[in-house]
DNA sequence: TCTGGGGTCCTAGGACCC
DNA sequence: TCTGGGGTCCTAGGACCC
């Protein structure tokens, strides 16, 4: 049996065991540059339709009049609150797999003689007292069964947030009572194509037979539909792989037309990017850089471009690739445009202890990672940005492009002079 | 005026090899 | 008129996830 622990509404929940005035209020929590909803609190989406990713602009007043609380997004913190929900259940199951941010699911099958729906209440009781987020549960014998039970979970009341689906009766029900498009792996391309043959609820779609799912929805298509018929196609995964690609692309506060400005945002993602690239000991054998214009806009001229560049020997020197990201911006920008959004993405990711020469670059630049050793250790220690590129700009020129985060709370579990205070 | 960000997996088709 | 058979590697694009 595999268990699926998945916190509610996650972000808005971190936001709300520091705010306890605001239990019982709906909250939603705001993109980067507080541009869209990305997340909302039970009382907010019962509230009215607060649908998700919406402007926030064009709700603005449907926000104020309802009094809801938002928030710009705070990942330093909602990170450090995943980390203690994972933390906890490694005490319930020696095979976790951290899917996401707020979710893993757990192995049970090695547990003995056990009471899953006993062990999930365990579970969310314990991370509601250690944490003060509520979770959800799903317990059945596959992944995607444990997704359909998770979701039961947390709509049916009277279930205390933990559902079973341990028996054929019990599975036959819920995928009855599963809408086709709330199956994890089948998404908005492929309800359309099913609800035309009539298939509307998970049941229906594990009447069809498997020669038409693997002919229109491929081998994925029919790992999820062997799953919901409860036989496990999909392991759970323990251990992270690294990364097979790390980027960023971030939206400027406001539009930018000046190519030094724009250069030394990119600049500043590289050495966000190289940092990770670090982190897990690999080294990027490419590096691409692109470049857009607003595409909302009716009355801007459009543009947008990119650019792969390959790299000589792979590397993770942040100075390195910050000059291969400099050229190839140069290359792909045009004057006389409003700029949105500049991004890097590094692939082609190999550990570095098997880096490839190349016979006809250049000699080897020198080996710098103790260097770099000693700058990751002290950004850590003194916060982001204390030893950085000069090229990534000062607080003042960043202020031009930096992201819009008017509302955040408090960094209150990372920072000391954050620190939550209680006033009698 | 204002519209997020970071990923993975799979497939078809082209180019190429012997 | 009629032109083999068995592969690999790479890339762009689609679909999906949180």
Known sequence: ???????????????????????????????????????????????????????????????????????SSNYTLYGEMSQRVMNILMDFSPAVEVYSIDESFLNLSGIKSINYRKYGLSIRNRILKNTGLPVGVGIAPTKVLAKVANKIAKKKSGLRNVFVIDTEEIREKALKNTNIKDVWGIGRAHVKSLKKIDVNTAYDFTQLPSSWVLKNMKIVGLRIWHELRGKSCLEINELPRSKKAIGTAKSFGERIENFDLISEACAYYIGEVSEVLRQQKSCASFVHVFLNTNYHSKTDKQYSNGITV????????????????????????????????????LSGLVPKKYIQGNLFAPVLPPNKDGLWEVIDHLNFKYGKSTIQSAHAGFPESRKKWELVKAHRSPRFTTQWNEILKIST
């Open 310 to 345: 390959t790299l000589p020997v792979p590397t993770n020197d942040t100075l390195v690739l910050t000059s291969f990201a400099h050229q190839a911006l140069k290359e792909i920008y045009k004057p006389g445009y409003r700029y949105k959004k500049v991004g890097v993405n």
């Open 1 to 71: 049996m595999i268990a699926l622990v998945d916190c509610n509404s996650f972000y808005a929940s971190c936001e709300q065991v520091f705010r306890p005035d605001l239990q019982g209020k709906p909250v939603v929590v705001l993109s980067n540059n507080d541009g869209c909803i990305i997340a909302a609190n039970k009382e907010a989406k019962a509230l009215t339709d607060i649908p998700m990713f919406e402007p926030v602009f064009k709700i603005k007043k449907l926000l104020e009049d309802n009094d809801v609380a938002f928030f």
